[in-house]
């Protein structure tokens, strides 16, 4: 919660009474994902007059401020960036509205902008409304952003949460997770969120322990280490404590995160499967519907769209649909192909809530056996037996903006959103990459990078058709419909919206949406 919005408002408006009328005297980098900045009211010869330094780390995993009045440049392995700033007075410092973001403005126009989202963080400057240069030039979508631009507002009025059936997420996006587990606790009324958002307003700032992982919070949840006053003040003591914790509390934590979160997932899907099942149970069978018909066809005028029979099975009427284009003997064989397909349902979702299971039990083992492990050998020795090693979460290049998996060696990239979906398939797909999409169902673009003179094998085609399933409105079906095709058969024209594309050409698998 580092990099909350309601924290990032606290923290700005301290950050304005330390740094406004200063001058930036030197900005600099001597780690490959950290930034130094240092004011000064004054050059001195030795020494700048009221000396305030922000350093800024901006990792994939990890991104947080740090702020003090000393620090001491390395003289080796270090270099100055963002030269056309130094010496310019700060004017002011400005939270951007309902973003994770804020800018330090300077004289001339120029602003620098810290943009705290998550492994997509960096730090931008702008002049007037355009970008002039990025610390991080790998976040390529960063070059197209505009500075009039990154205010969201949004009515988080009493008649707009009425509007929305009481579902606040979308009038208040910028919660974040700690938050909303809060209100998850209970009933979320209006005169509830009228309650958070004070505290969030006049907070009291704490660090603490919450689902494996040091947070910064802005509300008493989870393992409470530390209270404090001031957002400097919880932001410094966060970060320092932050870089304490042990290499074994680290890896156990990341573990931990993924394994519960395949955990919760397992758990939704036999909701799903058991629900669908009930419900398949409660019909009226489909063979049944073609028994009676059998027995009535006399009775069935032709060219007709329902019938009412009587159902020898319940001991009273029942209204059939029919296709008026069939006749009564061809309705009848219709509704045993439906029969047939709902028995292999029924069998695949009996096949998938027996795996479902299975798998629930082990996730559920390994969760207790990571959370006994008392040293890094027991801990990294059980995790390669189990083949749960930790994949690094440091991407490098393009692959950091996607979903990434790999398959016998072929690349899966997967759009995250409509947006993103938009540079995964028009700017880092090539003509002949396969693309994927859940057939008639938004979810994101699946790209499977082509690898010359290689043909996709068929268990990577289906390893991408379940991830485009599965990254989708299809997500809990049973079996869903994707359509393939390469990218050069995919084009989008300027009135389509975001994520929106033209297929040409296309073929349609049935797969089991999953993910790897």
């Not at 039990?361 to 390994?366: A, D, G, R, V």
């Not at 027991?378 to 390669?384: D, G, V």
Request: charged residues 30%; proline residues 2%; aromatic residues 10%.
């Amino acid at each position: 919660m580092q990099n909350n919005y309601y924290f990032l408002r606290q923290l700005t408006q301290q950050i304005g009474t330390k740094i406004t009328g200063l001058k930036l005297m030197e900005c600099f980098s001597q780690e490959k994902d950290e930034l130094v900045l240092g004011f000064a009211a004054a050059r001195g010869k030795k020494k700048n007059y009221k000396e305030f330094f922000i350093k800024a780390v901006v990792f994939p995993d990890f991104s947080c401020l740090y702020f003090t009045d000393q620090f001491e440049r390395a003289k080796k392995n270090s270099i100055d960036l963002f030269s056309q700033i130094i010496d310019l007075d700060v004017i002011s410092v400005r939270q951007f509205l309902n973003e994770r973001c804020f800018a330090i403005n300077f004289e001339q126009g120029f602003s620098l902008v810290f943009k705290m989202y998550g492994n997509r963080s960096n730090i931008i400057l702008f002049q007037q409304d355009d970008v002039i240069d990025l610390f991080h030039s790998r976040i390529v979508a960063d070059k197209n952003l505009k500075i009039s631009t990154l205010d969201r507002p949004i009515d988080q009025s009493y008649e707009a949460f009425q509007a929305n059936q009481q579902h606040y997420h979308k009038l208040f996006p910028t919660f974040g997770k700690i938050v909303n587990h809060y209100l998850a606790e209970g009933i979320v009324s209006w005169e509830k969120i009228q309650q958070i958002l004070q505290q969030l307003e006049k907070p009291r700032y704490y660090i603490i322990r919450w689902e494996h992982q040091l947070h910064l919070s802005l509300l008493p949840v989870g393992e409470v280490i530390q209270e404090l006053n001031e957002p400097i003040e919880a932001i410094n003591a966060f970060y320092v404590l932050y870089n304490k914790v042990s290499t074994l509390d680290k890896e156990k934590a990341e573990v931990l995160r993924k394994l519960n979160k395949e955990k919760k997932q397992t758990d939704l899907y036999l909701k799903d499967a058991y629900q669908r099942m009930y419900a398949i149970d409660s019909e009226i069978k489909n063979e049944e519907i073609g028994h009676i018909l059998m027995a009535n066809l006399h009775q069935i005028p032709e060219r007709t769209e329902k019938v009412e029979l009587f159902d020898f099975y319940r001991n009273q009427n029942i209204s059939i649909k029919l296709k008026s284009d069939l006749s009564p003997q061809k309705n009848a064989e219709h509704y045993y192909r439906k029969s047939k397909n709902e028995k292999i349902e029924i069998e695949k979702l009996i096949e998938n809530i027996e795996s479902r299971e299975a798998l629930l039990t082990t996730i559920q083992q390994h969760i207790e056996k990571i959370e006994q492990a008392e040293n890094l050998k027991t801990l990294r020795n059980y995790l390669k037996v189990n083949k749960l090693t930790r994949t690094s979460t440091q991407v490098t290049n393009y692959k950091e903006l996607f979903k990434r998996f790999e398959v016998d060696g072929f690349e899966i990239l997967v759009g995250r959103n409509a947006k993103n979906n938009d540079l995964l398939t028009q700017q880092y797909a090539y003509k002949e990459d396969l693309w994927l999409h859940a057939r008639d169902a938004q979810g994101s673009h699946v790209i499977v990078k082509y690898k010359a003179g290689k043909k996709i094998p068929n268990n990577v085609i289906e390893a991408a058709a379940s991830l485009a399933a599965y990254y989708s409105k299809r997500r809990n079906e049973t079996l869903a419909p994707v359509i393939l095709t390469q990218k050069k058969f995919v084009r989008k024209t300027k009135d389509l919206a975001e994520g929106q594309v033209i297929v040409e050409k296309e073929e349609v698998v049935m797969v089991e949406p999953k993910v790897l």
